[in-house]
């Protein structure tokens, strides 16, 4: 009884259960996330500076890892970054992680001269009776992503690591 | 993502060299490529982190005989974490082969199979590749466009033998040509 009396208190944020079948509870989530995105920085070093892929995945991992740094919370971090559960998030950094790996080994970089790409915008008026995609809510650090990748001026200087 | 923001961004992100072709439509964002970097196009999509595509819809071919390289294999991709639809495309001849996009997304077994029997594209490395929807001594590969519309056997039941026969065909049919100028006006179809 007095066990609980001490230990409700410690435990009141603990997290039951993330929803989702299949996917664990992590308790140290923030430690892990803070890790991953450390070494996400660090391997995409070997992505060359101009890429756009390289910008993207600088500036959002930059983002969230501030976000983690600054919030003690789990709670916090997730409503903060409003990108979903913090399991959620950690899946998406291991499979960049995956990514940038892949990516180093197939270095797909570089324009080649001769490279011309045909794109099309389409705007013919979809039928009425037919639905129209209608998109969800989108967390605003991809608007920041976006302008990030879209600017000319390089990806903002990472401070960490 | 609404289609303006995640087409610039795909634009921006992708690397270059995987991309021949990019369109932007309410019916659907296409994105076309090199049967060469197909699988690393879709590992691409699946693991990124603001194109997280991890379902893929279905995987289906179109033969266009006009064409050097005639079939064309279409995958509709899912985000169900962005909510968001993509397709992609690429363009393959009878003897090209395509890999297998089965250790990113499980479903695709079928699909490909589907594509073998009906097309005749086939993938390296598949684990499983047969036939799926034509009968177990079909020649052929019904979909593409020199197949008639009532193939070359005909099956019945014979009774002396006591068991299904398949005879060729006593209804022929000719060579399918399609001529896609209508007889009314000039107008290219797509």
């Known amino acids: ?161 | 993502m609404d289609n303006q923001s995640i087409f610039k961004y795909s634009w921006e992100t992708l690397p270059k060299k995987w991309v021949k072709k990019m369109e932007r439509s309410e019916h659907g964002n296409r994105s076309d490529t090199n049967s060469d970097y197909l699988f690393q196009l879709l590992c691409f999509l699946k693991l990124h982190t603001y194109t997280r595509v991890q379902v893929s819809i279905d995987i289906c071919g179109v033969d266009h005989p006009s064409r050097k390289r005639r079939f064309e294999v279409v995958y509709n991709l899912l985000s169900t974490r962005y909510n968001s639809r993509i397709r992609v495309q690429t363009s393959a001849d009878e003897v090209t082969r395509i890999s297998p996009v089965v250790s990113l997304f499980p479903s695709a077994g079928r699909w490909e199979r589907e594509v073998w029997d009906m097309f005749g594209v086939s993938s390296i490395n598949h684990p499983d590749l047969r036939r799926i929807s034509t009968d177990y001594g079909f020649e052929g590969h019904p979909l593409r466009k020199d197949l008639p519309l009532s193939g070359y056997v005909e099956v019945r039941y014979d009774d002396p033998e006591k068991r299904v026969v398949s005879e060729p065909i006593e209804m022929t049919q000719e060579f399918r040509y399609f001529d896609f100028a209508s007889p009314w006006e000039q107008r290219s179809d797509r």
């Open chain 1, 1 to 161: 009884m007095f066990l609980r009396v001490i230990g409700r208190p410690l435990m009141a944020k603990v997290k039951q259960t993330t929803g989702i079948v299949g996917l664990d509870v992590v308790p140290n989530a923030r430690q892990v996330l803070i890790n991953l995105y450390t070494k996400t920085l660090k391997e995409i070093q070997a992505v060359p500076e101009d890429e756009g892929y390289r910008k993207a995945v600088e500036s959002f991992t930059t983002h969230r890892l501030k976000v983690c740094q600054e919030e003690e919370d789990w709670e916090m971090i997730e409503k903060k970054m409003g990108c979903g559960q913090v399991e959620e998030l950690i899946e998406e950094a291991q499979d960049e992680l995956k990514l940038i790996e892949k990516m180093i080994e197939w270095d797909p970089w570089g324009v080649p001269d001769d490279y011309e790409c045909e794109v099309i915008e389409n705007d013919a008026p979809v039928p009425k009776h037919v639905p129209l995609h209608r998109p969800g809510p989108v967390p605003e650090e991809f608007y920041k992503t976006l302008e990030a990748v879209q600017s000319k001026n390089g990806a903002p200087a990472v401070t960490s690591v």
